[in-house]
């Protein structure tokens, strides 16, 4: 092979037209150099690999270029055109900020930027990753951005806006990047093998737009990668043996087992993915989008989220109309609860066999199945049950009985649900008591709106507005951590947490991290229900605040959160000298 060039350089865009996925952008672009409104400053925005480098330098070349041509767009013929694509013009200039962000680096380019160019009418400065400029490098580099000499343009490319100081950002014209969707990515790829005389599956190159997530620059470094791997013909399987993607092919068998409740059949293939050397995690996870994809072909409003190629999407299309919504619907509940809990799981094979028999069961006509359980919703039952007692205690008020009144609705036998409170689980803890009897809904359509009505029963009926302190809400959320049963970490977070009362009826948690947050966010009807009741007030709410950890909570012990507390504050420990006191 003589001198390689990879294709990201080889087939980068040298005119705005042949940019791929950022049309409007680049028409706004050239509409400012046709208009002549030039500004001075330009901030591109947008993840990597979408092509910010790659605008900034055709934009530093049209508006130099001396023969523009018709569509406003640079000639790449004359002496500035050639001598910008030949790497050597002298009225670009590029720094990384990522490697030169000292305050040295930016005096150095303001020096160059008084200099007018020789050829041409702009000197354009294209600084790279702007955000990881030193507080001094930036505050160094505002001058020269407040006062700019006419014949200088700035450029400023990021892949975080939200790290840039608002002093840069209102001086700038900011152009967002969008991620290049999968379409354009496959048609560009395409335009690329046929060039370089390669022969490409269409689904192929469909996965590894998809693994490219929007970016060219990586879509291209994987192309480059499968034809060193599959030489000329890249074939689907080439691709998912070298990308390590697991086959589309699985999750439609799988679907159709569950369809079928064929529970046997459903394990060997979830088997024969670990065995190819797959983790169950990535299984999961991808079963999740997959049963996404097929809910969002059932529907042609929806169908173009679907971002498959055209052989695949007739495929899921097919498989979409032998599924009905709430078949889907509850499926994707099943494969994203254990998606959720994996991480928490000892036994993480059988969490995933779990799933997949409830899966299985989800259409079983029978439903004499113990695993098909509504752990998401026990407020719903304790409400229905709740009603029930209401209708029964109170026979001459009228109040809406949603469990007799409602033909549709079956009453089933108490499923054997999962969710069982502790032993210790009393009548001053209503959440999620069961009381014997109690009633549960199986037909999914109705579950919302049955749980709706029967809230508001609840709220209306039997909690007052009852004022409480700080103390109150301690104690019933005390009460009400040891209501719940094992979950993981996010019960001993509620045991050892404290909510902290910001109105009269809105209280605040603080979490270290996003999962946490999460898994709260999932026993927030829970835990709003059980306070509302215990506290005798309708109306509390919570809001969650997710708080970076420093290193004081990190610290494990007392002595280390006190040993970081002195350091920050010195006098601490001439306090606990004088007054003999003890880290307890
Ligand atoms: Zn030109």
Known sequence: MDNFIVSARKYRPSTFNSVVGQLSLTTTLKNAIKGNHLAHAYLFCGPRGVGKTTCARIFAKTINCQNLTADFEACNQCESCVSFNEQRSYNIHELDAASNNGVDDIRT?????????????????????????????????????????????????????????????????????????????????????????????????????????????????????????????????????????????????????????????????????????????????GLSSH????????????????????????????????????????????????????????????????ALIRLCQLTDEKKNSILIDDRPAPIQKVAVAKAAENVQN?????????????????????????????ETAKESQPVLRRPPGSISITSPTNKTEQTEEVKSVVSEKRIGNKEFSHFDLLNAWRKFSETIPELG?????????????????????????????????????????????????????????????????????PEDRYRLFAEQNPALDILKNNLNLEID
């Open 489 to 557: 970490r996010v019960v001993s977070f509620i045991q050892n947490t404290t909510p902290v009362l910001i109105s009269s009826s809105m209280f605040e948690v603080t979490v270290s991290n996003n999962s946490l947050e999460k898994e709260l966010k999932r026993l927030l009807p829970d835990i709003l229900e059980f306070l509302q009741n215990n506290l005798e007030n309708s109306s509390v709410r919570m809001s969650i605040k997710v708080v970076e950890e420093t290193a004081v909570q990190r610290a494990s012990s």
């Open 394 to 422: 109170n026979s001459n008020q009228t109040i809406p009985a949603p469990v007799a009144a409602t033909p549709k609705q079956a009453v089933v036998e108490q499923p054997k649900a999962q969710f069982k409170p502790k």
């Open 109 to 285: 380019l303001t020096e160059q930027v008084r200099i007018p160019p020789q050829i041409g009418n702009y000197s354009v400065y294209i600084i790279d990753e702007v955000h990881m400029l030193s507080q001094g490098a930036f505050n160094a580099f505002l001058k020269t951005l407040e006062e700019p000499p006419a014949h200088a343009i700035f450029i400023l490319a990021t892949t975080e806006k939200h790290k840039i100081i608002p002093t840069i950002l209102s001086r700038c014209q900011i152009y967002d990047f969008n991620r290049i969707t999968v379409a354009d990515t496959v048609n560009h790829l395409k335009m690329v093998a046929e060039k370089e005389g390669v022969t490409v599956d269409l689904n192929g190159l469909n996965v590894v737009a998809q693994k490219s997530d929007g970016g060219m620059r990586d879509a291209l470094s994987i192309f480059d990668q499968l034809v060193s791997f599959c030489g000329n013909n890249i074939t689907y399987q080439g691709v998912i043996d070298n990308l390590n993607v697991l086959d589309y092919e699985y999750y439609f068998r799988l679907v159709e087992c569950f369809l079928k409740n064929n529970v046997q059949e459903s394990l060997l293939i979830f088997n024969e993915v670990l065995n190819k050397g797959f983790d169950a995690h990535h299984f999961i996870t």
């Open 291 to 354: 049963l996404r994809d097929v809910l969002v072909s059932k529907d042609p409003a929806t169908i173009k989220l679907l971002e498959v190629g055209a052989d695949i999407g007739e495929r899921y299309k097919n498989q979409a109309q032998s599924c009905t919504p709430e078949f889907l619907f509850q499926a994707l509940k099943i494969s994203n609860d254990c998606d959720l809990d994996y991480r928490i799981s000892k036994n993480k094979r059988l969490l995933v066999e779990l």
